[in-house]
C-alpha cells in the first residue's frame, strides 16, 4: 500500500469521529509500547524517505550525493546514521529556484488549500503549502492536549492574535474544529478591546503567546478588570517558552485563575508536541512525527540529556520535512509519564536555541534558565531582556529586568543585588543585572524578543 493510501486511509479515520476514552483523545497511540512505537516509525520512515526521493526533486539530490537510496536504510539506527539533516535555508534555497514552492514541494499546487509562511523571526520566512491532508493533520495534536486537559466541544476558544500568514496559530484553529468547539476572533482588535470582548462573549479557554497573555492581565489591572473573574479556565500557550516554565506558568495561572499548558510546533513541520496534561513539558505526538536528539557533533544524545530537536513530519505531505533541524534545545525523556502517554517527553518544553547558547567562563547558560530564576526574587516582574556581547575570554550578559509596577525605586539597588546573588547561586558565573522602570520594556502579541545577540557573526 502506497503512503497516499495510508494517509488517505488516516483521513477518513479523523472524518469518521472515532470513539475517544475519558482520559485520551487517541487511547491507542498515546500509550503504544515503546517498542511498537520505533516498529511503526521505521515503517513510516521507509515510506517517507521513498515519497519524498521520488516526488522531491530536493530530496533526490540530497540523497543522491550522499551516495543514498531509501532500500538502504534497513532500521532506525541506519536512519538516524546516515540520513542527511537539513535546515531552513534548505527549504528557503529549493524556494527560490521557481518561486513560490521551486523543488521542495511533492503536489501540484491543485492539492493546495492554503498558503502560509514561517514567522520569519530568524531570517528568511520558509513558505508552507498545506493539502486538506496536512490541515486535519495539524489540527489533531491540539486535540490531544485539549482533550486531555478536560476541554470539550461545549467550550468557547478565544484567540488573542492577529491573524495573517503565521501558521502557528491557524493550526491551533483547525485543532478546535477538529475538537467541534467555538471559535471566538481576537484579530484586528486592540488589548484593550479583546479584554472586553473576553467579559462580554464569556469565551472559557484563551489561546495566546505566554508573554502576550501576561501582559493582558498587566493592562487589565490597569483598566480595573480582575482577569481572574473572567470566564477563562484553560490557557493554551505557544509560539515560545513561558508556559513550560513553572515559574511563568505559576504567574499565568494566578493572573487568570485559570490552568496554563504549553504546547510545542514548528510551523513548516506541525504541531509537533501537544503540552503534558500533568504539565511536566511537552509529549512528542509520536503518531504525527519522529524524532531524534543530537548533540553539537551530530551524536544522538542519551535520555535526560540535552541536545538539539531534530524532527520529521508524517503529517506535511504537500512539502515533506525530513530530518529537519530546529535548533531547538530539549531535553528527552522515553519512560512512561505519570498522565499515562508513552510518547517523548520534552521535559520542560524548550530551553533555548543552538544560536542562543551563551558560554561564560566553561558553563553553558540556556536564555530560559533565566527566566525560571527571576521569580526567586520578590517584586520582580517577568519582563525582561537577554543582551550578549563577545568579551576577551568569555560571553558577556546583562539582563535587564523590570520591577512590579508600584514598587518604589529605592529598592531598585536591593533587586539588583538580589537577583545577581540567585544568578550567581543557580548558574555558577556572574551575570550583571540592570533594573528598569515599569513599562521600559516592549510588549508583545506574538513571539517575543528576549535575546540580543551583539556577538560577532561568523564568516
Known sequence: MSILELDSRRQQSLLSGR??????WNEFTETMPREQLDELHFKRLKALLRYAYDRVPM???????????????RSLDDFNRYVPTIDKQDLVKAQSVNPPWGDSVALSRDFYIYNFQTSGSTGIPVRIPFSMHSQLQYGEPWAYLFWEAGIRSHD??????????????????????????????GGGLSSEER?????????????ATPTYTLYLAELAKDLGMDTSKTFIRYIINTGEPGAG?????????????????????????????????????CHLSEDQGYA?????????????????????????????????????????????????????LYEGGVLGRTDDMITIKGTNVYPAAIE??????????????????????????????????????DHYSRLQKDLQAVLKSKTGVKIDVEILSPGTLPRYELKAKRFFDKRPKAV
Open 245 to 281: 516554565i513553572p515559574t511563568t506558568r505559576k504567574a499565568i495561572e494566578h493572573a487568570w485563575g485559570a490552568k496554563a499548558y504549553d504546547s510545542y510546533g514548528i510551523a513548516e513541520v506541525g504541531a509537533i508536541a501537544p503540552g503534558c496534561p500533568d504539565q511536566h513539558g
Open 19 to 24: 470513539s475517544r476514552s475519558q482520559k485520551f
Open 372 to 409: 525560571y530564576l527571576l521569580s526567586d526574587v520578590h517584586d520582580l516582574s517577568f519582563h525582561y531582556e537577554l543582551h550578549v556581547t563577545q568579551g576577551r575570554l568569555n560571553d558577556e550578559v546583562t539582563v535587564k529586568v523590570e520591577p512590579l509596577a508600584g514598587v518604589h525605586s
Open 156 to 185: 468557547s476558544f478565544y484567540f488573542a492574535f492577529p491573524w495573517g500568514m503565521y501558521a502557528g496559530f491557524w493550526s491551533a484553529y483547525w485543532g478546535v474544529r477538529c475538537l467541534g468547539a467555538t471559535v471566538l476572533s
Open 59 to 73: 530530496y533526490n539530490r540530497l540523497y543522491s550525493e550522499a551516495g543514498m537510496e531509501p532500500e538502504d536504510i
Open 195 to 207: 479584554l472586553r470582548q473576553i467579559q462580554l462573549l464569556k469565551p472559557t479557554v484563551l489561546v
Open 292 to 344: 531524534t536528539i543530537l548533540d553539537s557533533s551530530g551524536m544522538v544524545v542519551g535520555a535526560g540529556e540535552v541536545g538539539e530537536n531534530v524532527v520529521t513530519s508524517y503529517s506535511q505531505m504537500a512539502q515533506p520535512v525530513i530530518k529537519y533541524r530546529t535548533h531547538d534545545l530539549v531535553r528527552a525523556h522515553y519512560d512512561v509519564c505519570s498522565c499515562g502517554r508513552t510518547w517523548l
